[in-house]
C-alpha cells in the first residue's frame, strides 16, 4: 500500500511538472474576445497563458443610443450594421493602442459572441440590405434584435403548423418556437416588407456575420453557421440530419420557400476557425492577415465558458434579460428532451457536450424600466427648470440615474417581509422560459395608498427571482439535476441585494464569476482553441479562467417566507396568463 501510495503521489507531482514546463515553454500570445451586448460591443486582448485582461474597450450602439429603428410600446428593435462595424472597429483598435505593437505583433485569434437571435437579411454576397444605399434607413432591412417580439403571430403558427408533422420538429427547441427566434422573424420581415423580401437572399445571425465579415466573405454560401445559433433558434438537429425540409416551411408560407438551401446542411461549433482576417480587416484593425477567427456563437454560450460552467451547475448571464446554460454528458440524457426550454445542443456551448438553454425575456430590463419611469418627469422638471444651471442639470440627472437602483435595493433590504406585500409579475417583455409566451405582460399586485417606490422595487426583484426559480424547478421536474448556480454579468457583480434574494429564493447558493467580461473572455477561450494554443477548449478555461470571487447562501429564517411568496407568484401568473390569452 506504501509503495502503490509513493507512486501516484510521484506521478501526480510528474504530471504537475509536465504541465508547468509545457506552459513555460509556451510562446507568450494573446487573442481578442469581442463580445455584442444590447447596448455595446466590448472587445479585450487576454493573455493566453493565464487569462490576463491586457487592454479592454467599450463602445455604445450610436443609433441605437438615439432610440432609432425602435418602437418599444410595439416590441420593435432594430440594430444597425453599421452600429456593429463602428463599435468592433474602434474597441479594437482601442485595445491595440493600449497594448501596444508587440502584444499587437502577437495576437493570434479573433472570437466572437453575440445576442441572439439576432438575424438579419442579406443579398448573395452575405451583405446586410441595409447596408446597401436602397435599404439605409429601412428597419426590415436591419438586424432583428433578440428582443424585438414583432413576429408573435409568426411564431404562434409555426406551433401550430409542426402539429400537422409526423417529426416532432421542434422537440429540441423544447416543444415550443418563440417570437424570439431565427424563423419567426424572416418569415415577418418577409410578409411585412414587399423589398425586402425581393432582395433578400438569405438569413443570417448577427454571430454567423461578423466572422463572415471579418474574414472577407462575399459570398452567403460560405457563411460558417454556428451549431449554437442554428441548434438553440433555427431548428437545425442532427436527429433531423439538418433542418426540417424545404416542405416544412413551404406549406407553413409560399414566401419561405428555398431559405432552408440557403443555410446550407453543416454546422461548427466555435473552437473551429471561421477562417483568417481579410487584408482589408488586418489593416482596418492593425492586426497580421494570419489571425485565425473563431466560429461565432451567442453571448451568454460563451459566457458559460469563460465562467468556467460545470456539468450540471446552472450558469446565469444576468444582464438586460437572463441567459441560464447548463451543461451535461450526451449519454447521461439519452432521447430525454426537457420541455419548454429554449432548446438543447450538442457542441452549442462545449464541444462534445449537450448545451441546455433557458432565460427570462426580462432581468435588468425590469430594473430600467422601474428607474426610468420614476426619473423621466423628474429629469424633464430639471431641465425646464430655470434655478439649475445646464452643467449642474446634467450632473444631477447623471448623479440620480447612476446610483437610484442602489438607493432603491438599500431601502428595499430594510423592508420587513410580509407575506401580503406588494407582488409582482416579471413578464414585462413576455415570457421566455418555462414555455415560451410572448403575449404574456407584467403585473404588480397589491398596491395600495402606503406602498413606496422601495416597496414596489422588492417586488419586482422578488418577481424576477421567483422567474428564475420557475427555470431551476423546471429542470428539475424533467429529471436534470441542478447542483449549484454560477452567476454572470452586470447584475451579479453590482447588485448584492438582488443576489441574495435569488440564493433566498432558489434556496441555492451563487457564485460570483471574478471576471467582469465572461462573455468576451469566453470568446476568447476559443479564439485561442481554433488558433491551436489549446487542443480543446476545457483546457482554455482551466489555465485560463479567472476562478470566483465570492459567495451567496440561502438564508434559511427567509426560507417559509419565500416558499408562501412563490406559491402567490405562480397562483397570480396563472390569472394573468389566462386573462391575458382569452383576450388575444
Known amino acids: 500500500m506504501s509503495l502503490n501510495f509513493e507512486l501516484s503521489t510521484l506521478s501526480v507531482i510528474l504530471t504537475r511538472i509536465t504541465e508547468f514546463y509545457s506552459l513555460e515553454m509556451k510562446k507568450e500570445t494573446f487573442v481578442i474576445g469581442v463580445d455584442y451586448g444590447t447596448d455595446s460591443v466590448r472587445s479585450i486582448i487576454v493573455n493566453t497563458l493565464n487569462g490576463e485582461e491586457i487592454a479592454a474597450s467599450v463602445h455604445y450602439y450610436t443609433r441605437w443610443k438615439k432610440g432609432l429603428y425602435c418602437n418599444a410600446s410595439e416590441s420593435v428593435f432594430r440594430q444597425h450594421p453599421l452600429d456593429y462595424l463602428e463599435g468592433i472597429t474602434e474597441t479594437i483598435t482601442n485595445c491595440i493602442k493600449q497594448a501596444g505593437p508587440i502584444v499587437a505583433e502577437n495576437i493570434v485569434a479573433i472570437g466572437v459572441d453575440t445576442t441572439g437571435s439576432t438575424p438579419v437579411a442579406v443579398d448573395a454576397s452575405g451583405t446586410p440590405l441595409a447596408l446597401r444605399d436602397e435599404f439605409a434607413e429601412n428597419p426590415n432591412a436591419m438586424f432583428v434584435l433578440w428582443k424585438d417580439h414583432a413576429s408573435v403571430k409568426e411564431a404562434a403558427e409555426i406551433n401550430h403548423h409542426a402539429t400537422k408533422f409526423d417529426a416532432n420538429y421542434l422537440q429540441y427547441v423544447g416543444g415550443i418556437y418563440s417570437s424570439e427566434w431565427f424563423w419567426a422573424k424572416l418569415l415577418h420581415v418577409l410578409r411585412n416588407d414587399a423589398a425586402v423580401n425581393d432582395a433578400c437572399v438569405s ?31 433555427g431548428l437545425w438537429s442532427e436527429a433531423f440530419n439538418g433542418y426540417p425540409p424545404n416542405e416544412f416551411f413551404t406549406s407553413l408560407d409560399p414566401l419561405l420557400d428555398g431559405f432552408v438551401s440557403s443555410l446550407g446542411t453543416n454546422t461548427y461549433c466555435s473552437d473551429k476557425s471561421a477562417g483568417k482576417l481579410s487584408k482589408e480587416w488586418a489593416s482596418k484593425l492593425g492586426l497580421r492577415e494570419d489571425v485565425v477567427v473563431a466560429v461565432g456563437a451567442f453571448d451568454a454560450h460563451m459566457g458559460a465558458v469563460g465562467g468556467q460552467i460545470e456539468p450540471y451547475h446552472l450558469s446565469k448571464v444576468m444582464g438586460t434579460s437572463t441567459c441560464d446554460i447548463l451543461v451535461a454528458p450526451v449519454t447521461d440524457l439519452g432521447d430525454q428532451t426537457v420541455k419548454g426550454i429554449c432548446g438543447q445542443v450538442t457542441g452549442s456551448v462545449i464541444p462534445g457536450m449537450l448545451g441546455l438553454e433557458a432565460g427570462q425575456s426580462a432581468f435588468g430590463d425590469t430594473y430600467a424600466w422601474f428607474k426610468n419611469m420614476l426619473l423621466t418627469p423628474i429629469k424633464e422638471m430639471i431641465e425646464q427648470s430655470d434655478s439649475v444651471k445646464h452643467d449642474q442639470a446634467t450632473q444631477l440627472i447623471n448623479e440620480l440615474s447612476d446610483h437610484l437602483i442602489a438607493q432603491l435595493s438599500t431601502k428595499a433590504a430594510l423592508l420587513p417581509l ?88 432558489i434556496n441555492m447558493p451563487i457564485r460570483i464569476h471574478k471576471s467582469d467580461q465572461t462573455c468576451a473572455l469566453g470568446a476568447a477561450m476559443f479564439a485561442a482553441t481554433a488558433a491551436g494554443v489549446y487542443a480543446k477548449v476545457e483546457e482554455a478555461m482551466k489555465y485560463m479562467g479567472q ?33 391575458v390569452l382569452n383576450n388575444k
Open 203 to 233: 438569413w443570417v445571425e448577427h454571430c454567423d456575420w461578423i466572422p463572415f465579415m471579418l474574414t472577407g466573405g462575399n459570398n452567403i454560401k460560405d457563411v460558417k453557421r454556428s451549431v449554437c445559433a442554428a441548434g438553440h433558434k
Open 418 to 505: 410580509q407575506e401580503d406585500d406588494e407582488l409582482a409579475i416579471d413578464w414585462f417583455n413576455g415570457r421566455r422560459t418555462p414555455d415560451a409566451n410572448q403575449y404574456l405582460t407584467g403585473s404588480i399586485h397589491h398596491l395600495n395608498l402606503g406602498s413606496t417606490a422601495p416597496s414596489i422595487f422588492k417586488a419586482l426583484v422578488e418577481a424576477t427571482c421567483f422567474g428564475a426559480k420557475m427555470i431551476v424547478d423546471r429542470f428539475l421536474q424533467e429529471g436534470v439535476p441542478v447542483k449549484g448556480l454560477i452567476g454572470l454579468g452586470g447584475v451579479a457583480k453590482k447588485s448584492p441585494y438582488i443576489m441574495q434574494v435569488m440564493a433566498d429564493v
Open 547 to 579: 476562478g470566483f470571487e465570492g459567495y451567496y447562501f440561502p438564508n434559511e429564517s427567509r426560507n417559509e417566507y419565500y416558499q408562501i411568496r412563490y406559491m402567490k407568484y405562480i397562483t397570480a401568473g396563472k390569472f394573468t396568463e389566462k386573462n
